[in-house]
């Protein structure tokens, strides 16, 4: 097998079959699960690793579920040993054994070719619901992992085709809503989708082809990325985000400190200097960190780089536990993945000044929330996290205007809308307004992209709303010159005229019907001094109700005779 010439066809033929598979898991996730969050927000990936759980191809859907499967698949691999067999099936989302967020749940599905273990794949998708003391999973006023979900270690949930009705049971016992139950079979659908393609494919080319294949795919891919390191003055460079409230102390502030040192084929970022975890919800995983990490290099990079194995191997993560990015055991890390932005924005500022070409403003930094209650007209549990409201725009890059209404970093374009109609079908609430909010973007050569205002109507009584996020704090930063975009904010109006603004973790029971409910998530930072801009373009935009006339006079430079 050593021995094996590496045809160059068949290796691009591999790593586009390995890309095709996991579409194709993903697709059957969208058309198969329940949950709003899966089949209409997309809040789910699709993988496939090899035998030791090295990541062959992925489809991000939320790139940082993406980069927290690998390791997982390592872990079970480790942990189950000889035990795993054709026709098992592994359940986890234990963030105390890599596992990145509770609400997170990942099926692994071990692939065999005869009696040889040759693959895995794997799905992990936002569940509505995981047990703990919130129903819906977020609990701002958890400080331990027990107030907040189930706990899920690696587990065997079929062994050997059969399930094990046992161990099912016990799960979802402890789980409020049957949804879940459907949308983890979806999961075990996606997987067994994969396994089938996968299989064909090993046996159409054979199994020694596919092992050297793919370890010259790994090898190719690593020098791509060392190649793009090498693009990076060498040099250590240091950046700060910030994380506010912890949603135990108010007026609490915590700092995010990252040392990137870049060398001839590695960078290195180094976390040693952030704060220690809090006492709160407030705190990430080392696997949610790192993905973070990840994904916000990753767009600094050549993006036709093929995301496996051979992509992460130049990169090195240091997040010592105990920090605010890597909490011990056992405290809540359900906000974990929130703490994406303020990560990433310690990176941007590291990298700025040496990448200035490849480095974004900021984006919008999340406000994010989630109605849960008893729909009346059907009288069954929903949940539902806003989507549609959280998405502002990102940060503009050196010649180019940041995205629309594009989402959190963290997702990075992949979390999508639900469709108004299916918002109402799957909600009880009514949605009143909708749109891309002028003078949302901050103001540059180069503009961030808009955000959204959102309206709508709470239709059940005694509805719960979670509120998490910092984007009431921190605006998104502008680059070069270019401005920063404004602060977000949700605010509820109660049918009697009493208006209520959440703080940004918080908890808020008996909402009642008929309560509206407005938020605004505000655009991304500028690039640039904004006098500089097309001037042309930005009367079109002053026509388009993208930036305002009173927006374009003040911070653009246009006068009276410029404008429509």
Not at 265 to 271: H, V
Request: net charge negative; aromatic share 8%.
């Amino acid at each position: 097998m050593n021995g094996m010439k590496i045809d160059p066809i068949l290796l691009s033929v591999y790593a586009r079959a390995f890309k095709a598979i996991t579409d194709e898991m993903s697709i059957s996730m969208e058309r198969t699960t329940r949950s709003p969050i899966l089949c209409e927000a997309k809040d789910y990936v699709t993988g496939l690793y090899d035998a030791d759980g090295r990541m062959l191809e992925q489809t991000e859907n939320l790139p940082i579920l993406a980069f927290s499967l690998a390791p997982v698949c390592k872990h079970i691999r480790k942990t189950f040993g000889d035990d795993i067999h054709p026709g098992d099936v592994f359940f986890h989302n234990d963030v105390f054994s890599l596992g990145n967020q509770n609400n997170d749940v990942a099926v692994f599905k071990p692939v065999f070719l005869g009696d040889t273990l040759v693959a895995w794949t794997a799905v992990k998708g936002h569940q509505a619901d995981i047990g703990g003391n919130v129903r819906g999973g977020y609990n701002p006023n958890a400080v331990e992992v027990w107030q907040e979900a189930l706990r899920i270690p690696a587990v065997k949930v079929v062994e050997r085709g059969k399930l094990r009705q046992d161990v099912w049971n016990l799960i979802f016992a402890n789980i409020r809503l049957d949804i879940v139950q459907h949308d983890m079979k979806a999961e075990m659908g996606a997987c067994t989708v994969g396994e089938r393609r996968l299989l064909e494919l090993t046996a159409k080319y054979g199994l020694a082809s596919f092992e050297v294949h793919k370890q010259a795919l790994f090898d190719a891919t690593r020098r791509m990325m060392e190649a793009e390191i090498a693009k990076i003055p060498k040099g250590r460079y240091s950046g700060e985000g910030y994380v506010y409230y912890d949603g135990r102390n108010v007026g609490s502030k915590y700092t995010i400190r990252v040392d990137v040192e870049v060398k001839d084929k590695s960078i290195r970022f180094d976390y040693s200097r952030t704060d220690a975890q809090t006492n709160g919800f407030v705190n990430g995983t080392f696997t949610s960190s790192a993905s973070a990490t990840i994904l916000t290099l990753l767009q600094m990079v050549n993006p036709d780089i093929p995301h496996n194995e051979g992509m992460v191997e130049p990169i090195q993560i240091v997040i010592p536990e105990g920090t605010i990015l890597n909490a011990a055991y056992p405290k809540a890390t359900t906000f974990g993945n929130h703490l994406c932005p303020p990560n990433a924005d310690a990176i941007q500022r590291a990298l700025s000044p040496v990448m200035p070409d490849r480095v974004t403003a900021g984006w919008n930094n999340l406000l994010c929330s989630l109605t849960t209650g008893t729909d009346p007209g059907k009288n069954e549990t929903y949940v539902d996290i806003g989507f549609m409201g959280l998405k502002g725009g990102s940060g503009a890059l050196q010649g180019c205007d940041g995205y629309d209404h594009i989402g959190m970093i963290d997702a990075s374009g992949g979390v999508l809308d639900q469709d108004y109609e299916m918002f109402e079908q799957q909600t009880p609430h009514r949605l009143i307004k909708h749109e891309l909010l002028t003078d949302s973007a901050g103001a540059g050569q180069w503009r961030g992209g808009l955000g959204v205002e959102t309206m709508f109507e709470i239709g059940s009584d005694d509805t719960q709303l979670v509120t998490f996020g910092d984007g009431d704090f921190e605006g998104a930063f502008g680059l070069a010159g270019g401005q920063g975009a404004g602060l977000n904010f949700i605010r509820l109006t109660y049918p009697d005229g009493q208006e209520v603004v959440p703080k940004n973790k918080d908890l808020i029971t008996g909402v009642p019907k008929g309560t509206v409910y407005h938020q605004v998530a505000n655009g991304g930072g500028g690039w640039g001094d904004a006098k500089q801009r097309d001037r042309a373009l930005v009367a079109e935009e002053v026509r388009n109700g993208v930036i305002s006339r009173e927006a374009a006079m003040r911070d653009y430079g246009m006068t009276e005779a410029e404008l429509p």
